[in-house]
């Protein structure tokens, strides 16, 4: 059993994570000129001081040229080597724009149509209603309007060691959150199945289409689908960092691999502003070769899916394959974030001046959009009337205080001096569920419990007693933070259900999983 608690607004907006663009829209004249960007390593480097980041690089193109491209920081604090334009970073969901332009590309081919049933090119592909199965789309994969909610992403796990079919397969089991076609829903396990299309069709992987497709004809030659790819020779690869109670500190990267087509490129800003020179100018175009269709460019550059608007007569808000439509001081922007366990990453585009800016960091942050937004002001003739690093670090440090008030809260109505039922031996055992398979609890050395789940011991979780038969448990992986864990007995007296919250976004993760307003509870049965 499964329900999920999602707020109304999480159901038609975009995830601040993954499109880390924020509301803070202007209305200023447009000024197309020639732009000094001198001031801009001395803004990022109080920025990055300002929010405690390790290692940031920063690339922006205009005019079909790279006219920025910089390193700053360290890549480890572990092992400090200074970050620079060539430095390679995991950039996350900005990879879904890539997956989108190979499928683009069988579009082209007359190998496959947008709007032609999922099923009829991979028939294993199977959801929970079958009505949905046999009418979903790629189109409806790229736009997130299957309508199944996260199962897999930053920090959230799910079979990490299995190959993509069998996470896929599992789908056949999973819940709707909405309706089909009736708003958006974020799916990173949707666009692996949209991934998993090129070799059903091509008999050639996803990660070797994109190498001989894309990459390698846009000369990123350091560019990979997996961290499984990187040379052990090369140093220059950043390392992922987290912020766990108060300390910003690396942690282990994490292998994507599994939702591969949704997340898992890892590139540097001098490659990745190969991939902005394709959609800027003439879009399509790579050094006078055009590499993709121009009405299949205008397809992935349209809106798709729409989102609420907080003034639907001025403002534009919708998602299209691979890509947020937004508007900056009112003017057109193409935007994606990225965020995997400790790399975070803004892509903005501005086609209407011929610019494109990437941010990579090693961190979580919202400085990013800071860079981000101050690079599109300097290139419309705004530049410093935005205020927006004061202004993003006020509002995310409001943020912080109201997201640790509430965890305190949460804490504070812990019932003290409750023990469990139980002996802990009543609690162990191999509990199932449908849609997340199983998990089986142990008693430790210590006599405590721990939880691994489908069999990994890196998905193990230790568990404190919270009261009565609620546990908060804690990751191995420290990355990966905390959930809170019940027990159920029947009306023998026995122990039958493991209960798991699944937070599927928290509030802010620089203070915790929790709190959250968008989780999963499921009920793992016991097997007799």
């Not at 683009?104 to 294993?124: C, K, Q």
């Not at 108060?246 to 942690?251: A, D, L, M, N, Q």
């Not at 023990?419 to 050395?445: I, K, Q, R």
Request: hydrophobic share 40%; charged share 25%; net charge negative.
């Amino acid at each position: 059993m499964r329900s999920v608690s999602m707020p109304r607004l999480l159901r038609t907006s975009v995830c601040t994570l993954c499109f880390a663009v924020l509301a803070l829209v202007l209305v200023g004249p447009a000024s197309a000129q020639e732009v000094d960007l001198d001031w801009l390593p001395a803004y990022i480097e109080e920025g990055m001081a300002d929010w405690g980041i390790p290692g940031m690089a920063v690339a922006v193109v205009h005019n079909d040229e790279v006219v920025f491209a910089e390193g700053f920081g360290v890549r480890s604090l572990n092992e400090p080597g200074a970050v620079d334009a060539h430095t390679v970073f995991g950039v996350a969901s900005t990879t879904k724009a890539m997956t989108a332009a190979s499928l683009a590309m069988l579009v082209e081919r007359g190998e496959l149509d947008w709007d032609t049933p999922v099923v009829e090119y991979m028939p294993e592909f199977q959801l929970s209603d079958p009505w949905v199965t046999a009418r979903a789309t790629p189109r409806d994969l790229l736009a997130h309007r299957v309508g199944v909610g996260r199962m897999t992403g930053n920090r959230l796990r799910f079979l990490p060691d299995r190959e993509r079919s069998a996470v896929l397969h599992q789908m056949r089991h999973h819940d709707f959150e909405q309706p089909f076609r009736q708003g958006f829903v974020y799916s990173n396990v949707m666009y692996s199945a949209a991934g998993e299309l090129i070799p059903a069709i091509t008999d050639t992987s996803w990660d070797d289409f994109l190498r001989e497709q894309l990459f390698d004809p846009l000369g990123m030659e350091r560019t990979t689908t997996s961290i499984t790819q990187f040379d052990p020779d090369d140093e220059n690869i950043a390392a992922p960092h987290q912020e766990i109670e108060g300390t910003v500190r690396p942690i282990s990267p994490r292998n994507f691999d599994n939702v591969g087509p949704s997340a898992s490129v890892n590139t540097s800003v001098t490659e990745m502003a190969q991939w902005m020179r394709l959609h800027l100018g003439t879009p399509g175009v790579y050094e006078g070769r055009r590499l993709i269709d121009e009405a299949l460019m205008r397809e992935m550059h349209s809106a798709q899916n729409p989102l609420a608007a907080q003034d639907p007569y001025t403002e534009m808000n919708a998602y299209g394959l691979g890509w947020s439509l937004r508007e900056h001081r009112g003017h057109r922007i193409l935007q994606h974030g990225g965020a995997t366990d400790g790399m975070n990453t803004n892509l903005v585009l501005l086609p209407e001046e011929d610019v494109g800016i990437v941010v990579m960091t090693n961190t979580f942050n919202r400085f990013m959009t800071a860079v981000g937004n101050e690079v599109l002001d300097a290139f419309l003739g705004e530049r410093g009337t935005g205020n927006w690093h004061p202004r993003i670090r006020a509002a995310y440090e409001q943020q912080y205080e109201a997201a640790m008030e509430r965890r305190l809260r949460k804490e504070a109505r812990r019932q003290e001096g409750t023990s469990p039922t139980f002996a802990m031996d009543a609690y162990t055992g191999t509990y199932t569920d449908e849609l997340y398979l199983n998990a089986e609890v142990v008693t430790t050395d210590e006599g405590a419990l721990a939880i691994t789940f489908w069999d990994n011991e890196d998905m193990t979780l230790d568990l404190e007693h919270w009261h009565h038969d609620t546990f908060r448990a804690e990751w191995r992986n420290p990355a990966m933070r905390e959930k809170f864990v019940w027990f159920d007995m029947d009306d023998s007296a026995t122990i039958q259900t493991l209960n798991v919250r699944w937070t599927l976004r928290p509030v802010l993760l620089q203070v915790g999983i929790y709190p959250t307003d968008y989780y999963r509870e499921v009920a793992f049965e016991r097997v007799q």
